[in-house]
């Protein structure tokens, strides 16, 4: 990065907020007048020059103002809003929303999908907590008809894996409460190590159901990610970058190729901090025309999930940046609480 004057640094701020806004090359004569400086459209239009000749701007035909590079936004993002905190009363509305949907669990990823949309006004990514190791947390075992049982698995951190059991032969739904109690007290907290390891079950039906709940254990220990939840690809799609274009069509198909998905989300592994993807970061194709802001939120080594929003370079960072980080914080908080609710069961 080249270094830029103070005067530099507030042209450039001005410009990328400019173009956020309106979408339009901006030009000196619009500075001036817009924000008001104490400054010589002759004056700006040197500096102009001068960011053009150092990346951080470009001029997309003959006698247009400036548009923001990839280079510039990336100064924009590290040198002025990255630390940026969100307002009070959207930290107020935000929280509140969370407040009321706190005991339901399963209410968490959509509602946070939602909010993260309509705050940032782009497309979000939410995925569930997941687990590093699954921990046993309780089974239910609902008989269905005949010798068919509905078994479903629910791990520490709230994942569940539901399967449909055939027996040998049909079972009263009260010994079926009764054999997934007695596995419960028993499981309560353990990994799939732990319970491998406990002496076989003298009731076929308890033995039958434990193997089945490993085996759901091991298939959740070895994704990558928890459930992944969308909103908001309409904000996308409206911008004027995205209209009948193949861009459009581009990040459709990264929203609907869960691989894709995964690999985008793998990038940020440590909770707590913000990560921003600028058009791509010349890795992602699908995303050349895009930016991304993410954040991991969770307990690290026990459950963590991801969440950010997705639209195009001409995002608006400093409202988006500061909106992630917060609602990462708070489902950390949320995430922390329900494990610690757990571990005090135990």
Not at 108 to 137: C, D, F, G, N, Q
Not at 217 to 232: A, F, P
């Amino acid at each position: 990065m080249f270094d830029l004057t103070e005067r530099q640094h507030l042209i450039l701020a001005l410009v990328v907020r400019d173009y956020t806004e309106t979408a339009q090359p901006v030009g000196s004569a619009r500075l001036v007048e817009h924000y008001k400086l104490d400054l010589s459209t002759a004056t700006i239009r040197n500096e102009m020059a001068v960011l053009t000749e150092k990346g951080y701007l470009r001029q997309p035909y003959t006698s247009a103002g400036r548009v923001p590079t990839e280079e510039g936004y990336r100064y924009f993002v590290t040198h002025v809003v990255y630390q940026a905190d969100l307002s009070e009363p959207a930290r107020d509305t935000i929280a509140h929303q969370f407040y009321q949907a706190r005991q339901d669990v399963e209410q968490w990823m959509p509602l946070a999908a939602s909010i993260l949309a309509h705050h940032s006004r782009a497309a979000s990514i939410v995925t569930a907590p997941h687990a590093e190791r699954a921990h046993y947390k309780h089974v239910e075992l609902i008989g269905t008809q005949g010798r068919q049982v509905l078994m479903v698995l629910v791990m520490a951190g709230g994942e569940v894996g539901q399967q449909i059991l055939t027996l040998a032969e049909p079972v009263t739904q009260e010994r079926l409460s009764a054999a997934a109690d007695r596995l419960n007290r028993v499981c309560l907290g353990k990994t799939t190590e732990e319970i491998a390891a406990m002496p076989p079950r003298s009731d076929t039906l308890e033995k039958d159901i434990l193997t089945l709940a490993l085996q759901d254990m091991s298939k959740g220990e070895q994704r990558t990610s928890g459930d992944i939840y969308l909103d908001g690809l309409t904000n996308v799609l409206s911008e004027p970058e995205f209209l009948e274009s193949d861009d459009a069509r581009r990040a459709v198909h990264l929203f609907e190729e869960r691989s894709l998905l995964q690999d985008l989300l793998a990038t940020n592994s440590n909770v707590g901090g913000v990560q921003v993807l600028i058009g791509g970061e010349g890795k992602w194709e699908e995303l050349k025309q895009c930016s991304v802001v993410l954040a991991r939120y969770g307990i690290p080594g026990l459950a963590t999930g991801m969440l950010g929003v997705l639209g195009p370079m001409r995002m608006a960072y400093a409202r988006n940046i500061p909106t992630v980080r917060f609602m990462a914080n708070l489902l950390s908080g949320l995430v922390s609480e329900t494990m610690v609710g757990e571990e005090n069961e135990q």
